[in-house]
């Protein structure tokens, strides 16, 4: 068979078979389509079917043709973390910044060390820490990755369980978002490079020149023109990012960061991230999981998942109960508050993608990271759903 019906074959696999897992085992309730997406290319990669099926794996996810799903993935992923990085409301944090950088920082914080201390112990054996990193790069990229908070897929799930137009939703969206600015930040950090520093400044010097001249321009030219202008601009600081060494997927944070939302419809907004996690979204999913490897660590990996997501859960719910006690919040306020927050899958994953890239996490490190993101945010749901049920005068309160 030709590439192209191989590649074919391929994307009606990514596509039928978790939109079946979906719909007919409904599993919306623990389960959203993006997270049965993220486990079936799991199932798909080399792991579970390259390891019991290798002819078939091999003949489907050929070099070429996972070169093809790269490729589309890589696009369509930067489309959608420079929605993110749009969709920050920076405005309404400065307003309530006094609770707002008390919530993000203890529901960033308080993880952020537990996962540190998680990776301080991984960091003593084998066959965790990347070929490229310094002990100090890895153990915060795995703190990082405990405290990490999925914005998009926080929206999608306070869409869902409708209270992302209420007053608790908009409180959960200015810490989320606060945290969204850190997290970069921090890989950024991580990123950094002292051989090619002298680029990372230079490119971070022309950005903030290119940043006052494009928000100059787009108040100066029509709605459907800044669509086009806009990716225009992703992919210019995509390529300057990852030019300098900071990877493109920062890149594409901070081009969607320097803009505002009110420049774009927000119905045109909503739609946009919903057709990307549709039709592009999945493939990214899929080649996601095509990295990851049981074999590399066997129960050891699953043993570090589990470390990783109760460090995860436990320094979230500890953050905001924290939070709580500091801003005097109800009873149980506290703790509803870090369920929303534990939302990882698709961020946390795109930051694990980042550091296995730079070689800075291993391919196990990498699993076990992704199963922690799709451990924590499938308990979202089930958890938080029987306590809005109990506290709806503190869904419609206004703070």
């Known amino acids: ?37 993220i486990i079936t290319g799991v199932l798909l990669g080399p792991g579970v079917l390259g390891a019991h099926y290798p002819d078939y794996y091999h003949f489907v996810f050929s070099e070429p043709v996972i070169q093809s ?4 993935a890589q696009w369509g992923v930067m489309l959608f973390v ?81 209270i992302f137009r209420q007053p608790i939703g908009q409180r959960i969206l200015r810490y ?20 090619r520093v002298g680029r990372q400044v ?15 321009l787009m108040v100066r030219i029509p709605e459907p023109d800044r669509w086009y202008v806009g990716i225009i601009w992703l992919a210019a600081c995509g390529l300057g990012a990852d030019w300098c060494g900071l990877h493109y997927m920062v890149g594409a944070f901070i081009a969607g960061a320097v803009m505002d939302s009110h420049w774009f419809d927000q119905a045109d907004m909503d739609s946009l991230r ?56 109800q009873p149980g306020e506290g703790s509803l508050i870090g369920w929303m927050l534990q939302t990882k899958a698709l961020i946390m994953i795109v930051f694990a993608n980042v550091l296995l890239d730079k070689a800075l996490i291993t391919n196990a490190a990498f699993t076990a990271l992704l199963l922690m993101a799709v451990g924590s945010t499938m308990l979202t749901v089930p958890i938080v759903t029987p306590k809005l049920a109990r506290m709806k005068e503190i869904v419609f309160r206004n703070r």
């Open 274 to 329: 919903h057709k990307l996690l549709m039709v592009v979204m999945p493939v990214y999913f899929l080649s996601t999981g095509l990295r990851t490897n049981f074999e590399a660590g066997g129960v050891a990996v699953f043993i570090a998942a589990a470390v990783l997501l109760a460090a995860a859960v436990s320094g979230k719910l500890i953050g905001t109960h924290i939070a709580g006690r500091i801003l005097q919040w």
């Open 176 to 195: 989320a978002s606060l945290d969204d600015i850190l997290i970069w930040g921090v890989l950024a950090f991580i990123l950094l490079d002292w051989e």
């Open 69 to 72: 799903l790269s490729a589309i």
């Open 82 to 162: 420079w929605i993110a990085g749009i969709e920050l409301d920076l405005r309404e944090a400065w307003t309530h910044r006094r609770e707002s950088s008390i919530t993000a920082g203890l529901a960033l914080g308080v993880p952020l060390v537990f996962g540190g201390v998680a990776g301080i112990g991984m960091a003593m054996y084998p066959g965790w820490v990347g070929a490229q990193a310094v002990t100090w790069q890895f153990v915060l990229g795995i703190g990082m990755s405990c405290a990490v908070t999925s914005l998009p897929i926080l929206i999608l799930l306070m869409e869902k369980l409708r």
């Open 1 to 37: 068979m030709s590439t192209s019906e191989i590649f074919l074959i391929a994307m009606l696999i990514i596509f039928t078979g978790p939109y079946l897992i979906w719909r007919l085992g409904r599993t919306e309730y623990f389960a959203p389509l993006v997270i049965v997406q």
């Open 202 to 216: 230079a490119f971070l010097a022309l950005f903030g020149v290119a940043s006052a001249a494009i928000r100059w």
